[in-house]
């Protein structure tokens, strides 16, 4: 890619990409490259207006989306490992891979601990627990901890904000990391347990907003930067990642 001091970039945010613009005196032709699982460059030639610049971004949407969708895959593969019980078995905790260790307890109830450098299951041997039934313990444990930190997260975001939902529900969405609905519930994704802690209070962040904007206009982005400075790194943390997210444990 030729840059030249005539060039200008814009930048246009949506869920799904970033999508970095170029307008350049040296380009004669209009082009999309999808540069990595999370950007796409459109160039363009200095006489071609932005609006018919996008109109041809727009006839290769799906085309665009292929591409991400492959190299997502291929990162996701890359990436995540088989659930494992053996001792050598990882897990993803605030946006770090931790050993995950099954330890033998005396207690008959199985309890999951986080630590700061592990997490574990204690579980007494004599329950015969096959990896079936651990990977549900492993869930459950796994949720509960979302939604405390989510009601905590809630709760300290909903005050600084000045804003209170009218209630919480955590659960594991497909498509969206967390909604706000009419009636002011949020609902948030256990998976954002797996995310760096800022990640998740972004996303807190952004649906609090949601009360006070029920849009996605200026005024709403407008807002979350005040309340987060600096988000678009944890969007585009979720833009990379989100797939990874949905890849360990996946939905049942
Ligand atoms: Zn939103």
Not at 24 to 40: C, D, G, K
Not at 200 to 224: D, I, M, T
Request: net charge positive.
């Amino acid at each position: 890619m030729s840059e030249t001091p005539a060039s200008t970039q814009f930048e246009l945010f949506n869920e799904d990409y970033r999508l970095v613009e170029r307008r350049s005196a040296r380009s004669r032709h209009l082009r999309v490259e999808v540069r990595s699982a999370s950007e796409v460059r459109l160039v363009y030639p200095r006489w071609v207006a932005r609006a018919q610049a996008l109109a041809f971004l727009r006839e290769r949407e799906g085309w665009v989306r292929e591409k991400l969708a492959e190299l997502r895959q291929v990162q996701a593969q890359r990436q995540v490992p088989e659930l494992r019980w053996d001792g050598q078995g990882e897990l993803l905790f605030h946006g770090r891979r931790l050993p995950l260790r099954l330890v033998p307890a005396s207690g008959l109830r199985p309890q999951l601990r986080f630590e700061p450098e592990s997490v574990s299951l204690f579980a007494a041997p004599q329950l015969g627990l096959q990896p079936r039934h651990l990977e549900l313990i492993l869930r459950r444990g796994l949720l509960q901890r979302a939604r405390q930190e989510a009601k905590q997260l809630l709760e300290d975001e909903g005050r600084r904000l000045g804003v209170q939902a009218a209630g919480l529900r955590v659960n594991d969405p497909r498509t969206q990391w967390g909604s706000c609905n009419p009636g002011g519930l949020i609902c948030l994704s256990w998976r954002l347990l797996m995310a760096p802690p800022e990640v998740f209070r972004y996303v807190v962040v952004h649906e609090l907003c949601h009360l006070v904007h029920r849009n996605h206009s200026p005024r709403f982005w407008a807002l979350v930067e005040r309340q987060m400075p600096g988000h678009d790194e944890q969007r585009a943390w979720l833009r990379e990642n989100g797939g990874l997210l949905q890849d360990w444990l996946p939905k049942e």
